[in-house]
């Protein structure tokens, strides 16, 4: 009996001495690197970041992407980014197209950076859908001013209430721009959602 004691004990340490040594959950260095960052511990929270994109979490990678790519440390802000964006994850896929859209840099790619833009745009990321509009409003990330594809990507951001979108739409029927006929009420209900959304948002128009 006092053997089995001991038997059992010892499996007992070992297993507390196991579970003490399991790492970190994902959500657990998340957590911390977020926390990490808000006191202005950027170093850190990169660290804790870069622990979490090293298991393959894509919202990690791009986290830490985003971060290098402020520390401009161009080369390995690509390089995450990519990692996430082969999971398609639209943040990732943005961001990484962000960067291939800068002109004038090493890595300017304006074909690959408009594929992936509308890769992330097409799952309703807001930023994406604004930036393509823009693009055909004004003519840039290499394609030609399309006002009709302009309109459809500020529809897009209109429906997953992009206030930017809905802002840019409103003025668009209050003043007859971007091919569309002038249309007060579509003007007033786009304001309206406007309102709902961003709070004095309309006040830019």
Do not use: K
């Not at 055909?136 to 990507?153: C, F, I, K, P, S």
Request: hydrophobic share 45%; charged share 25%; with cysteine.
């Amino acid at each position: 009996a006092p053997r089995a004691a001991v038997a059992g004990c010892l499996l007992l340490a070992l297993s507390a001495g196991a579970a003490a040594q399991d790492p970190p959950s994902i959500a657990d260095l998340m957590s911390e690197a977020q926390a990490a960052f808000d006191r202005a511990d950027v170093v850190g929270a990169m660290t804790l970041y870069r622990r979490a994109a090293e298991r393959g979490h894509a919202p990690a990678q791009t986290r830490l992407a985003y971060l290098l790519d402020l520390a401009e440390d161009d080369g390995e802000a690509l390089r995450w980014y990519g990692v996430a964006a082969e999971q398609d994850f639209a943040p990732a896929l943005y961001g990484l197209a962000s960067m291939l859209a800068a002109p004038n840099t090493p890595a300017s790619d304006p074909p690959r950076a408009l594929a992936l833009m509308e890769r992330a745009a097409r799952q309703g990321h807001a930023a994406a859908i604004r930036t393509l509009a823009n693009a055909y409003e004004h003519g840039e990330l290499g394609v030609v001013r399309d006002y009709e594809q302009a309109v459809t990507w500020l529809r897009a951001g209109a429906q997953v209430g992009d206030a930017s979108s809905l802002r840019r739409l409103a003025r668009a029927y209050r003043r007859g721009e971007l091919g569309l006929r002038r249309d007060v009420v579509e003007a007033d209900e786009l304001a309206a959602r406007l309102r709902a959304a961003v709070p004095g948002g309309e006040q830019r128009q």
